[in-house]
Antibody, heavy 115, light 108 residues
């Protein structure tokens, strides 16, 4: 079964850091480009980052540029999102998804930034 | 950056009725437009990709049309399980993905 699983979410104080993981099973993750998308409570979907298969091409939304860093470890079949200098407005469910004609999405992991 | 504008914001319909959802892009996205359905507490579910293709497992009552800047998702006869929020999404270069603000399809 093709599956993406996000992990690493939780409660963190403003200014803190978290590292999210997106791990694939059931397919060769190394050949897929990956996006991170987030959804704040009661809001719509917001694309935040992209990484190519070899991590040679990386994009960020302006809202997270300079604070978040995307990376991948193909040997681990995983993509990561390092989130630093977190703000209250970063509170959201974070999803990873393959950048394909029919993307596979994970179930999401909740990040709550609050004091 | 390409902006996607969806209309209407909310669609109140009864089961069996036809639903027509619109998505307009600020510049051409050629055919690279997808539609997602989302229900509370769930990840988005792909419905249509490349403007006109039904995703795997999506019933034939769902259809997509359009190209360039104007796109439509049609649900020919609403079933109870079709209610939720629908998002359009474009696959571009910079940024790779953008989403519309969503259309809520609710039971009248």
């Amino acid at each position: 079964e093709v599956q993406l699983v996000e992990s690493g979410g939780g409660l963190v104080q403003p200014g803190g850091s978290l590292r999210l993981s997106c791990t694939a099973s059931g397919f060769t993750f190394t050949t897929y480009e990956v996006n991170w998308v987030r959804q704040a409570p009661g809001k719509g979907l917001e694309w935040i980052s992209y990484i190519s298969t070899s991590d040679s091409i990386i994009f960020y939304a302006d809202s997270v540029k300079g604070r978040f860093a995307i990376s991948r470890d193909n040997a681990e079949n995983s993509v990561y999102l390092q989130m630093n200098s977190l703000r209250v407005e970063d509170t959201a469910v974070y999803y990873c998804a393959t950048d394909t004609r029919q993307p596979n999405w994970g179930q999401g992991t909740l990040v709550t930034v609050s004091s | 950056e390409i902006v996607l504008t969806q209309s209407p914001g909310t669609l109140s319909l009864s089961p069996g009725e036809r639903a027509t959802l619109s998505c307009r892009a600020s510049q051409s996205v050629t055919k690279y437009l997808a539609w997602y359905q989302q229900k509370p507490g769930q990840a988005p579910r792909l419905v249509i990709y490349d403007a006109i293709n039904r995703a795997t497992g999506i019933p034939a009552r769902f259809s997509g049309s359009g190209s360039g800047t104007d796109f439509t998702l049609t649900i020919s006869s609403l079933e109870p399980e079709d209610f939720g929020v629908y998002y359009c999404q474009q696959r571009g270069i910079r940024p790779p993905w953008t989403f519309g603000q969503g259309t809520k399809v609710e039971i009248k």
